[in-house]
């Protein structure tokens, strides 16, 4: 029990909450499941009050804790989209000793492409970050560390990569929301990435980068068991391969790579039920 509880504190899922609870009730009420709110538009029953016959649902984009698709990650082959990466590519990350360091890409915890999100757009003078509020990212100043995008404010430092190879404190310039289609959270074997040059995590939610770390090691674990059993870069547990007949004509280095199966991770699915049962989640 006391390992159930610890795990479900570490809370480093990239995911909305999903709840079926209405607020009003009856041709009033509202509805929220997966990061949409419903509201009634034509009442049904005595006066048409009592019930609601047709909802009109909208998409609640601050809930998700990832990065858009037009974000670029830094890897040992140069900057790549982060819709061009696929699982066993070596990216790299900026360790605590603010140096470069390799690391794999080995799952992906949530992926959308088509839902709408507002990112949160960070501004400094060497590039910009778009994130979810909730997403960790690597702040210089005042309480150092990983913290929640939302946390950041005009004038902190954040670590980031820059074109001569080094590493960085820039200023934040400025901080507006902007909205996106799609949402990606990819998990590396360090737990940490480079986004369009800044030092970010692959986890949301917590603010102990540490801990949502050691709640990933299962992940990490299969991974590495996967590879020892010599199954390729096509190790990873939320990805699919699309059927194409041309795959047996194709080159190694050209063939379709599997393409990361849209919806959340079924262990980040998991730990995040475990933590709305104990009401540990942070929204």
């Not at 509202?30 to 047709?54: E, I, L, P």
């Not at 804790?65 to 670029?72: L, N």
């Not at 778009?130 to 560390?145: I, K, M, Y």
Request: proline letters at 5%.
């Amino acid at each position: 029990m006391k390992v159930l509880l610890f795990v479900a504190l570490l809370l480093p899922v990239c995911v909305g909450r999903r709840s079926s609870s209405y607020s009003g009730g009856g041709y009033n009420g509202k509805t929220q499941y997966d990061s949409t709110t419903c509201s009634c538009v034509q009442g049904g029953g005595r006066n048409g009050r009592d019930y609601c016959q047709v909802w009109n649902c909208s998409p609640q984009t601050k809930n998700a804790k990832c990065f858009p698709p037009s974000t670029q990650v830094l890897t040992t082959e140069g900057s790549k989209p982060i819709t061009q990466l696929s699982v066993g590519d070596e990216l790299l990350y900026i360790d605590s000793e603010k140096n470069i360091q390799k690391t794999a890409l080995i799952d992906w915890l949530h992926v959308e492409y088509e839902t709408s999100i507002t990112y949160l757009r960070v501004h400094t003078a060497k590039g910009e970050l778009r994130v979810s509020t909730q997403h960790l990212v690597w702040r210089a100043n005042g309480d150092a560390g990983f913290v929640a995008a939302e946390e950041l404010q005009k004038g902190d430092l954040v670590v980031m990569s820059v074109p001569d190879g080094g590493v960085q404190e820039v200023r934040i310039e400025k901080l507006e929301e902007t909205i996106e289609n799609g949402m990606y959270a990819p998990l590396t074997m360090s737990g940490q990435l480079t986004a369009n040059g800044f030092s970010v995590s692959c986890y949301a939610h917590n603010a102990h980068q540490e801990a949502s770390h050691i709640a990933m090691a299962p992940l990490r674990a299969w991974y590495k068991l996967k590879s020892w059993a010599g199954s390729g870069t096509q190790v990873a547990t939320n990805v699919v391969q699309e059927d194409d007949p041309t795959d047996i004509l194709d080159e190694p280095e050209t063939a379709p790579k599997p393409k990361p199966k849209e919806g959340v991770h079924w262990y980040a699915a998991g730990l995040s039920k475990i933590a709305h049962g104990l009401g540990l989640y942070k929204e």
